[in-house]
């Protein structure tokens, strides 16, 4: 049987908060896959030294950091981060939302958000380890990434980015560990399920990534992968699956449902993201500013 199930991390927050439908978490009000239009002669005229990167993150808890270390500029839909430029792109949770949202994004017409190609897109979020050797809190780069159908080939991130964004990583003392990942609709919750996905050769499980990849494939546009393990191959989760929706996100009634039914595992794991975001956010902090994507 193919294995479907994957890790789900984004309870983040109190758990007095209700626990809220992932796609409802927006920052500023924002929708998945919203992104506020600017204006092409405002961009033409920036200089040509600054890369256009695409940052693509499931929730807005997980893109939170690129915003909060932006400076402003003179485009309402992009955001000034070092040497480079960048646009935020909130998708939603699962690959079908994903989907839907980067291919809008890379896909469209170039006025549909801006008058240039990226020069790279960047994944971040959160991820699941899949072996005993990815402790939580590590911070991975991904060189490729599958999807458990099983069926469709591996997707290999950028070479030449991912020895940068490492390299800049390492020289602040971050160590991020190489690894392969995998992509699923579902949830991987008990150690049996993530060891099933770890014999596929995946090293950790996440719900975006693959789409986005391939998207970028398809666009030309190089690509890398940087996460941070929430929750290790031992730890075992609420059944969240109970929750999933139609189109691959929590459905809020039903995820306050399964966390009141485990309250100590959803509030194990809520402090597990809490620290994985510390982590991700120290990460960003050094490689969305870098000249790692030209």
């Given at each position: 049987m193919v294995v479907r199930f994957c890790w789900c991390v984004r309870f983040l927050?109190?758990?007095?908060?209700?626990?809220?439908?992932?796609?409802?978490?927006?920052?500023?009000?924002?929708?998945?896959?919203?992104?506020?239009?600017?204006?092409a002669t405002d961009f033409r005229s920036r200089r040509s030294s600054m890369?256009?990167?695409?940052?693509?993150?499931?929730?807005?808890?997980?893109?939170?950091?690129?915003?909060?270390?932006?400076?402003?500029?003179?485009?309402?839909?992009?955001?000034?981060?070092?040497?480079?430029?960048?646009?935020?792109?909130?998708t939603g949770m699962g690959p079908r939302n994903a989907k839907d949202h980067v291919a809008a994004a890379l896909n469209g017409s170039p006025s549909a958000l801006l008058a240039r190609r990226p020069d790279a897109v960047l994944v971040i979020g959160l991820c699941g380890g899949l072996t005993d050797s990815?402790?939580?809190?590590?911070?991975?780069?991904?060189?490729?990434?599958?999807?458990?159908?099983?069926?469709?080939?591996?997707?290999?991130?950028?070479?030449?980015?991912?020895?940068?964004?490492?390299?800049?990583?390492?020289?602040?003392?971050?160590?991020?560990?190489?690894?392969?990942?995998?992509?699923?609709?579902?949830i991987a919750t008990t150690p049996a399920e993530k060891l099933a996905l770890a014999k596929q050769g995946a090293d950790v499980v996440d719900m975006e990534s693959y789409?986005?990849?391939?998207?970028?494939?398809?666009?030309?546009?190089?690509?890398?992968v940087l996460r941070v393990v929430a929750d290790s191959r031992a730890r075992v989760l609420p059944d969240l699956n109970r929750a999933l929706n139609e189109h691959g996100g929590l459905d809020g009634r039903k995820a306050l449902l399964v966390a009141l039914g485990?309250?100590?595992?959803?509030?194990?794991?809520?402090?597990?993201?809490?620290r994985a975001m510390r982590a991700l956010t120290k990460a960003l902090e050094i490689v969305v500013k870098a000249p790692c994507f030209a």
């Open positions: 927050g109190k758990a007095s908060s209700g626990l809220k439908k992932l796609e409802s978490m927006r920052f500023r009000n924002e929708q998945p896959g919203e992104y506020r239009q600017g204006a890369s256009l990167l695409y940052v693509f993150a499931a929730s807005a808890i997980e893109g939170e950091p690129v915003r909060r270390m932006a400076s402003a500029t003179d485009s309402n839909s992009i955001l000034r981060c070092g040497v480079n430029d960048v646009v935020l792109i909130t990815l402790s939580e809190g590590r911070v991975v780069a991904y060189t490729g990434c599958g999807f458990t159908d099983g069926v469709r080939p591996i997707l290999s991130c950028s070479d030449t980015i991912m020895d940068s964004v490492t390299a800049c990583l390492s020289a602040s003392g971050i160590a991020c560990d190489r690894v392969t990942g995998i992509t699923s609709p579902r789409v986005i990849l391939e998207a970028a494939a398809n666009a030309g546009v190089p690509a890398a485990s309250p100590l595992r959803t509030a194990r794991l809520i402090a597990a993201n809490r």
